[in-house]
């Protein structure tokens, strides 16, 4: 009886590796490989301007979202700023 279950118990493990590896596997295809980095390089141009668009219509539809991340953006650099110290400091020492 136990051996039975010990057996099973097994055998579902070894079944849920192989699914776990072969999702890994099709992963990855859609994380950041060669083929993402490429794109980017040659569509530099596509994406900044796509970017620039959005900021725009974020000014018109939603100005207080937009100071929203402008403040968002200026406290973590902010931080990482202070981080930075922090951390020459501690090496000067």
Do not use: F, W
């Amino acid at each position: 009886m136990e051996q039975d279950l010990l057996e099973k118990l097994k055998q579902e493990n070894e079944s849920l590796k192989q699914k776990l590896e072969e999702t890994e596997t099709q992963l990855q295809k859609y994380t950041n490989s060669d083929r993402h980095k490429k794109y980017y390089e040659n569509n530099k141009e596509r994406i900044k301007a796509n970017g620039l668009e959005y900021v725009k219509q974020l000014k018109e539809k939603d100005p207080e979202k937009l100071k929203e991340y402008r403040r968002n953006y200026y406290l973590k650099r902010k931080e990482l700023k202070n981080n930075t110290v922090i951390n020459n400091n501690n090496n000067v020492v």
